[in-house]
Each structure stands twice: as C-alpha cells, then as structure tokens.
C-alpha cells in the first residue's frame, strides 16, 4: 500500500508537467499524421497497425521521459529525499519512474480516436493486442529502471532522451517491415524485452514469443538489480543527486 500511495502520488505529479504530457500526446500524433499521410497516397489507409505502431511509438516516447524524471526532481531538489528514505533506494526510484511507462499508455486511445477520426482500419482490437501492450508496458518500465539510474550520473538527463528513444525501437522491428529485415531483427527478441511485444502487435510473428520475451526481461532484471544499487552509491559519493 505504501508503494501504490508513493506511485499514485508520483503519477499525479507526472501528469501535471506539461512536458511530460505533450510529449506523449504530440510524438502519438506526428508519428500517426506521418504514417497517414503515406498510406493516403498509397491507398493503405486499411492496414490495421497503423495506429498500434503509433501508439507503440507514443507509450516508448513516454517512457524514455523516465530520464527527465531524474532531472525534474534534481531540479526541484528533492532527488536526495528520494533516495534516502527507510524503504530500499530502488523501490523509490520504481514508483518515481514506473509515471513514465504508465502515462504512456494514453497513446494507444489517442491513436485509436485519430483512426477512427481519419478513416484508418482499426478493427483488430481483440484481448491478444490488449495482453500484448500490457506486455509492452511492462517491457518499457523495466528498461526505465536500468536506464534512468544511470542518468543519475549526469545533470543533462534530459537531453539524452532522444539517444535512446529511437535506437533501441529500430532494434525492436517497429519500423522495418522489410521480411529481410524482420529475420535480422528477430534475435533481438531475446536481448530486448520490447522487441517481442512489437513483434506481436504489428503481427510479424505468429505468436507472442514468451520464452524469449521472459529471457530478455530476466535479463535486464539482473542488470539492473546488479547495477543500479552501485549507480546509487556512486551517485550519492560524487553528490550528483545534489546538483541543480
């Protein structure tokens, strides 16, 4: 119960910053608004992940601000209340961050009222895709665990943000629907919990790959459990959780 009071009380605060919040809602739209426009000229305004890579793209968008939420608390200058508290320093970055992630679920209805809006097929909503974002999500909180704690090291989180925004997205196979590629990207399934939750979504497996979908996340659950404590320590040693 602690935990859900300490996290709800983060979201709200997440919600209120009008960074954090256009940014999901403004990378949902460009992103949608550009793949629209190329489909009306080719005339596949009927592909059905149209709006699922959308919202993929807006809920990642939201959760790389995970980054910035490290800055944000720096600034306000309560990042050292936060990380020295009774309750592990980790818990407290987990409700800290797990906003980012969680308010980037938005992107997936405001990507659906933009196809409904604008005439883009939108009828494969079923409980596979639902499970499947549930899965992304999960995927995108647990990298900003990792992620985020090392930008504890520098003052200039929020400038880096768009350094792991689209890289690691590529390497998920959100945009490359080339078969040729699609059999390079798949071994990343294995290394990046987002890949296989992407390649679900956009229907480029057959199936939810769940044995690598759980290796990739055991395996950024023991990274992060391994480096982010040492992080912390470092952080607080060189006073950068202090710096404005």
Not at 129 to 146: F, G, K, P, Q, T
Request: charged fraction near 10%; glycine fraction near 4%.
């Amino acid at each position: 119960m602690r935990f859900l009071r300490l996290f709800w009380f983060h979201l709200k605060i997440y919600a209120t910053n009008q960074y954090f919040l256009w940014l999901t809602i403004s990378s949902t739209l460009s992103i949608f608004l550009l793949q629209y426009v190329a489909a009306y000229i080719s005339h596949q305004l009927n592909d059905p992940t149209l709006w699922v890579r959308s919202g993929i793209f807006g809920l990642w968008s939201s959760a790389t601000t995970a980054a910035g939420c490290i800055g944000f608390q720096r600034y306000q200058g309560t990042l050292p209340y936060l990380t020295n508290t009774r309750i592990d320093d980790r818990v407290s970055l987990v409700a800290l961050l797990l906003p980012a992630a969680s308010f980037g679920l938005l992107a997936f209805p405001i990507s659906y009222v933009m196809a409904s809006f604008l005439g883009v097929s939108h009828t494969n909503v079923s409980l596979h895709l639902i499970i499947s974002v549930i899965a992304l999500w999960a995927a995108a909180a647990l990298m900003d665990l990792l992620i985020a704690a090392f930008f504890l090291l520098t003052t200039n989180a929020i400038v880096y943000e768009e350094l792991i925004t689209i890289p690691l997205l590529l390497l998920s196979g959100l945009f490359s629907p080339a078969p040729i590629l699609q059999n390079f990207l798949l071994p990343f399934q294995w290394i990046i919990p987002l890949a296989a939750p992407i390649h679900r979504l956009l229907n480029e497996s057959p199936r939810f790959d769940i044995a690598a979908f759980l290796f990739s996340c055991l395996l950024w659950v023991v990274t992060t459990l391994l480096l982010t404590k040492r992080v912390l320590m470092l952080s607080k040693r060189t006073g950068n959780v202090r710096l404005m």
